[in-house]
């Protein structure tokens, strides 16, 4: 492929992802889900947001992806742990996450980088779709290798042209943001309400809101350099052929 047919494709897909509000509304979501008020409810709102945004890029191509895959690609694989360190982070965790409720500026910062990841790992994954470098039905190993790559890729290349074009979105809606999130934990609230239900309700009773903060995303994404894109692309195809030549771990 030559340097100028990467260049062009690897810039109009992140641009073709840009204009595409449907996958950059979760990307938004996924940010607001750190301002959630309520403790562990914002971690399993991610949870499931961040496996809706994958299997929404797989249906955008024409694939599906089950239920295992969605969980393999968006989880790190558990390498087990003491009883100890378990009981240990168990016992924190709590603590850690009251604290970062209190703090204003904490969970910003953290939307912000929850959106930011969620927008490169949206970015990879549907260029690893559209060069067929991973499909779905295979291995289910080679799921944690896809996600290892992703990681790894943002790891060494970096994402603050990303992060910058987030935060500068954000910025601007904080307390649309705030807003978003109260309603999300109302929603959810309700018992007799699945995940899925709440966020397809919300997402219907404040899409102009959701419309706003996603345009304002998508207008700052359009500064994003496509050197940045190309090396970024290839980075991220260097960490996947590593990963992919690897022999399988075996439990």
Same mark, same amino acid.
């Given at each position: 492929? /030559?340097?100028?047919?990467?260049?062009?494709?690897?810039?109009?897909?992140?641009?073709?992802?840009?204009?595409?509000?449907?996958?950059?509304?979760?990307?938004?979501?996924?940010?607001?889900?750190?301002?959630?008020?309520?403790? $562990?409810?914002?971690?399993?709102? &991610?949870?499931?947001?961040? /496996?809706?945004?994958?299997?929404?890029?797989?249906? @955008?191509?024409?694939?599906?992806?089950?239920?295992?895959?969605?969980?393999?690609?968006?989880?790190?694989?558990?390498?087990?742990?003491?009883?100890?360190?378990?009981?240990?982070?168990?016992?924190?965790?709590? $603590?850690? &996450?009251?604290?970062?409720?209190? $703090?204003?500026?904490?969970?910003?910062?953290?939307?912000?980088?929850?959106?930011?990841?969620?927008?490169?790992?949206?970015?990879?994954?549907?260029?690893?779709?559209?060069?067929?470098?991973?499909?779905?039905?295979?291995?289910?190993? /080679?799921?944690?290798?896809?996600?290892?790559?992703?990681?790894?890729?943002?790891?060494?290349?970096?994402?603050?042209? *990303? %992060?910058?074009?987030?935060?500068?979105?954000?910025?601007?809606? &904080?307390?649309?943001?705030?807003?978003?999130?109260? &309603? $999300?934990? /109302?929603?959810?609230?309700?018992?007799?309400?699945?995940?899925?239900?709440?966020?397809?309700?919300?997402? @219907?009773?404040?899409?102009?809101? *959701?419309?706003?903060?996603?345009?304002?995303?998508?207008?700052?994404?359009?500064?994003?350099?496509?050197?940045?894109?190309?090396?970024?692309?290839?980075?991220? %195809?260097?960490?996947?052929?590593? %990963?992919?030549?690897?022999?399988?771990?075996?439990?």
């Amino acid at each position: 492929m /030559k340097e100028d047919d990467v260049v062009t494709e690897e810039t109009e897909l992140l641009y073709q992802v840009i204009k595409d509000h449907h996958l950059l509304a979760p990307v938004v979501m996924i940010g607001a889900s750190a301002l959630i008020p309520i403790p $562990f409810l914002d971690d399993v709102a &991610k949870e499931y947001l961040e /496996k809706r945004l994958f299997r929404d890029i797989a249906t @955008k191509e024409g694939l599906t992806l089950s239920k295992e895959e969605q969980e393999h690609l968006t989880q790190e694989k558990s390498s087990g742990c003491c009883a100890l360190g378990c009981l240990g982070s168990a016992l924190i965790y709590p $603590f850690k &996450k009251l604290l970062r409720k209190l $703090f204003y500026f904490l969970e910003i910062k953290r939307a912000v980088d929850q959106a930011t990841t969620a927008l490169a790992q949206a970015w990879l994954f549907e260029l690893t779709l559209r060069r067929k470098l991973w499909q779905p039905g295979g291995d289910i190993e /080679k799921c944690h290798k896809v996600r290892r790559a992703i990681r790894e890729a943002c790891l060494s290349q970096g994402v603050q042209p *990303l %992060e910058m074009a987030v935060k500068h979105a954000f910025s601007e809606a &904080k307390d649309t943001m705030w807003e978003f999130a109260g &309603k $999300f934990s /109302k929603e959810t609230a309700k018992s007799d309400d699945t995940m899925a239900d709440a966020v397809d309700r919300l997402e @219907k009773e404040q899409e102009e809101k *959701l419309k706003g903060i996603t345009q304002k995303l998508s207008d700052s994404l359009a500064d994003v350099s496509e050197s940045y894109l190309v090396r970024f692309g290839v980075t991220f %195809e260097k960490h996947l052929a590593e %990963e992919m030549a690897r022999p399988v771990e075996v439990a």
